[in-house]
């Protein structure tokens, strides 16, 4: 088997649903499983599912014991040349999976390849490809300093924003929303740490990799990541598991470090616990100001007036919806005006009037971001939105 698919799922139900549409678009003419391992839900998740998706293995768990291991539990079914580990709050396109196992195919040093991930507004998300967190490296990026300098590979080695996201990187570390494995790579450097509950994981398994003699490579392959970590800024819940999980990586591999450096890491990490609370309440006020009132509809005609409703309904009353309609103008037309997207304060795309790769295209190349994109569904007549 060229490729087995784990997805954990965490009451995403929605989300998990159109995550599954795009993997099966996208293992048309490839020898393919996939597993959902559930953690839990209360949302009917895998009732839901199941009868959508009987290619789908699903995996049920009577407690959520976290992403590590609930990776670790489908990694040790699998029978692929290649395992992708993949968030149910993502999209990918459907020429993506078969170009990547290419990727492999070519590049036998490669042990892992990651993406490139966007934004529900059509951004790239930083954490599409990093560093490891080395003592420096963190004291940089927690102090600031890879802010102040983000064209010095001294400073700013972290995020790696100084590399061009439209070109192909060997990097340290992949994210785990998206990250392409080889098999036998696996095996050799041993399953997810689960130690790691939330966040880290990643790290922790990229930097294994190399230490096993491989590489790990980013590759500008478009995917959407609705819940990306530039998002969750101002989730206090989330600022504490991803700084207590780069403790954990720390201690784990640079237990010998000077007690100043150290010292400061720990303070720091303190510090940006502490002005999460503050920065939470701002982010949220930020947020809830957005307007949402001028709409673009992608779609053919017939299906306008059900995606107006659904609007109305499901997610705000607007105060305009202009259609693009995909009767008369096509996706190479629209790709090629990008269309005037800062006449609009959100984008719907339908699928499978579009499909998905096209959607991403739009996204990525359109140089506004401030648009919201979302996705409608003919099969379910729901729109899948970031604040699902």
Request: proline residues 5%; charged residues 25%; hydrophobic residues 40%.
């Amino acid at each position: 088997m060229k490729l087995s698919v784990i997805i954990v799922n965490y009451n995403v139900k929605l989300l998990l649903e159109q995550c599954l549409y795009a993997v099966r678009a996208a293992a048309e003419g490839l020898d393919l499983e996939i597993y959902v391992v559930d953690n839990h839900s209360t949302d009917g998740s895998t009732e839901y599912l199941r009868p959508l998706f009987p290619e789908v293995y699903f995996i049920e768990n009577e407690d959520n014991p976290g992403f590590a291991k609930a990776n670790n539990q489908a990694i040790r079914l699998c029978r692929g040349e290649y395992i992708l580990l993949l968030n149910p709050d993502t999209v990918i396109g459907e020429n993506s999976l078969q170009a990547l196992c290419r990727f492999l195919d070519e590049h036998p040093e490669a042990g892992a390849i990651g993406v490139k991930m966007l934004n529900a507004h059509g951004a790239f998300l930083p954490e599409s490809k990093r560093s490891f967190p080395t003592p420096w490296v963190s004291f940089c990026k927690l102090f600031g300093l890879s802010r102040l300098f983000p064209h010095s590979p001294r400073f700013a080695a972290y995020s790696l924003p100084y590399l061009d996201p439209d070109r192909q990187h060997p990097v340290d570390v992949l994210a785990g929303a998206f990250m392409l494995i080889r098999h036998k790579a696996l095996m050799e450097t041993g399953l997810f740490d689960e130690s790691f509950f939330m966040y880290g994981e990643d790290i922790d398994l990229s930097y294994r990799i190399t230490q096993a003699g491989y590489r790990n490579f980013y590759v500008p392959e478009r995917i959407l990541h609705y819940k990306g970590e530039s998002t969750k800024k101002g989730d206090r819940k989330y600022l504490h598991a991803f700084y207590d999980a780069m403790l954990i990586f720390y201690r784990k591999y640079y237990p010998q470090s000077g007690l100043l450096i150290s010292g400061l890491i720990r303070l720091s990490i303190a510090l940006r616990k502490g002005y999460a609370a503050l920065f939470e309440k701002k982010f949220k006020s930020v947020k809830q100001q957005i307007s949402h009132d001028k709409w673009l509809i992608i779609c053919r005609k017939s299906h306008f007036e059900n995606i107006k409703n659904a609007v109305s309904v499901q997610v705000s009353v607007a105060n305009s919806f202009t259609l693009w309609n995909m009767d008369e103008k096509s996706e190479r037309e629209a790709m090629s005006h990008f269309i005037d997207i800062e006449k609009f304060t959100d984008i719907i795309f339908c699928y499978p009037d579009m499909p998905f790769e096209k959607m991403l295209l739009i996204m990525d190349k359109t140089a506004d971001k401030s648009a919201t994109y979302h996705i409608y569904h003919i099969s379910n007549g729901l729109i899948i939105s970031p604040n699902y």
